[in-house]
């Protein structure tokens, strides 16, 4: 059973652009959710859906962040006109069900240039 | 809502020391208390977890304990491993529909 995968591993996007993450969650797992991590920080959670639904997303910020998970493919996280701020590990999970444990993807590491 | 503070953020011991880090949480309805070893560059992987019905579990050499009215839990690792060195989260969830929400990291060195 693969693991959570996510793609690209690296992403660098210049200022004004689009950043488009992938995340394909474990098989069998129909909850995703999206965190962000500052070098030298921990996790800060961002949304958290189910399959064509988003559940929670108290985490995102208001503007130029959105996130889907449609009935086929992979989740998707996308940032519009990046600043270099939003320079991260952007870290997906998944889990079976909403209660149940978490198991990460390898991460996507987005520079804005 | 939930916040979670961890401590230390950094520590050091010598290889086959013990290590402890400690977190605690604000919320009481918090049930899940999950830790995860990240090594550098690399994903946050599950090492042990403990639910709010259990006051300690143990794992070969990784232990948690939970004391549910300080609001407290920690990670105890024994005969500490260079391989042991990584950053440590501790993370908190209230049941139902709240997400996980992580303490700050402790970054562990073990020194041979």
């Known amino acids: 059973n693969a693991g959570v995968m996510q793609n690209p591993r690296h992403l660098v996007r210049r200022r004004g652009q689009e950043a488009r993450l992938r995340c394909s969650p474990m098989?069998?797992?129909?909850?995703v959710y999206w965190y962000r991590q500052l070098p030298e920080e921990g996790l800060k959670f961002m949304v958290y859906?189910?399959?064509?639904?988003?559940?929670?997303e108290s985490g995102m910020p208001k503007e130029r962040f959105s996130a889907e998970f449609p009935k086929e493919g992979p989740s998707i996280l996308r940032i519009q006109q990046v600043v270099r701020g939003d320079s991260a590990a952007y870290f997906c999970a998944s889990s079976p069900q909403k209660t149940d444990t978490q198991y990460f993807g390898p991460g996507t590491r987005l520079t804005v240039l | 809502g939930e916040n979670v503070e961890q401590h230390p953020s950094t520590l050091s011991v010598q290889e086959g020391d013990s290590a402890v880090i400690k977190c605690t949480y604000s919320?009481?309805?918090?049930?899940?208390f999950p830790w995860y070893k990240q090594e550098l560059g690399k994903r946050p992987q599950l090492i042990i977890d403990?639910?709010?019905?259990?006051g300690e579990k143990k794992d070969q050499r990784i232990a948690v304990t939970l004391n549910k009215t300080a609001k407290h839990f920690s990670l105890h690792i024994t005969e500490t491993q260079p391989e042991d060195s990584a950053v440590y989260f501790c993370a908190a969830r209230i049941s139902g529909n709240t997400p996980l929400v992580f303490g700050k990291g402790t970054r562990l060195s073990v020194i041979a």
């Open positions: 403990i639910r709010s019905n259990v």
């Open positions: 859906l189910q399959k064509e639904n988003i559940i929670d």
């Open positions: 098989k069998g797992h129909s909850h």
């Open positions: 919320d009481s309805a918090s049930n899940y």
